[in-house]
């Protein structure tokens, strides 16, 4: 079985704080995908990144930073500097390959960030 | 930049009617998704689209769910004999392949409101 886990529901920092967002995943697959979205206050869900099993070199994109772990099974984003424009609604997800794959996303519950100013 | 694009953007609707959530995907994308997130929860998968055929659906897209390419551009998701509970936003994507490199885009969403 596949699942997400975002286990912190709410997170609230003041405006240049740093703050991860944690994301454990399950899957017995051997290659499979991770992805972080963003939900703002308007609704849409807006890609961040997507990482491969096989490439657990960690990313840096401007004050984003992502922390894949397979040995923890995690894939942990962190905002440095935060703004409040980064307040939102923060999902991971997993995509599993494999001869049932469809390409489906399995999200977490997701993360709700308040960065206040 | 190409964009999956969603109508309408808010849909109000009675329960046991029928409605109809219409999706424009990207041109050159061959596999279509729908997605629904009801309020305040996570996003769930619907129902993956392929070929013209359903290539896999989750539980919750019960025979009151149906989906269509009617046409070259347009993919829709039905749902018949509306309940309370089908109240949610309801998201399109649509990706180019189905694994490796390829992401799914997603469209703005359709909140439904069932009363």
């Known amino acids: 079985a596949q699942k997400v886990t975002q286990a912190q529901t709410e997170i609230s920092v003041v405006e240049k704080e740093d703050v991860t967002l944690d994301c454990v995943y399950e899957?017995?697959?051997?290659?499979?995908?991770l992805f972080w979205y963003k939900q703002p206050p308007s609704g849409e869900l807006v890609f961040l990144i997507r990482r491969n099993s096989f490439d657990e070199q960690n990313e840096i994109s401007g004050r984003y930073s992502w922390n894949f772990q397979k040995s923890t099974s995690s894939f942990n984003f962190t905002i440095t500097a935060s703004q409040v424009v980064d307040s939102a609604v923060y999902f991971c997800a997993l995509r599993v390959h494999g001869s049932s794959n469809t390409g489906k996303l399995i999200f977490g519950q997701g993360t709700t960030l308040q960065v206040k100013p | 930049e190409p964009e999956v694009t969603q109508t309408p953007s808010h849909q109000v609707t009675q329960m046991g009617q029928e409605v109809i959530l219409r999706c424009v995907p990207i041109?050159?994308?061959?596999?279509f998704y729908w997605y629904r997130q009801i309020l305040g929860q996570k996003v769930e998968f619907l129902v993956s689209f392929y070929n013209n055929e359903i290539s896999e659906k989750s539980e919750i897209f019960d025979d009151r769910f149906s989906v269509e390419r009617p046409d070259g551009s347009n993919f829709t998701l039905k749902i018949r004999s509306t309940k309370l509970e089908d109240s949610a936003m309801y998201f399109c994507?649509?990706?180019?392949?189905?694994?490796?490199?390829?992401?799914?885009?997603f469209g703005p969403g359709t909140r439904l409101t069932v009363t």
């Open positions: 041109s050159n994308h061959l596999y």
């Open positions: 899957t017995r697959d051997t290659t499979y995908y």
């Open positions: 994507a649509s990706s180019e392949e189905f694994d490796r490199y390829y992401e799914q885009y």
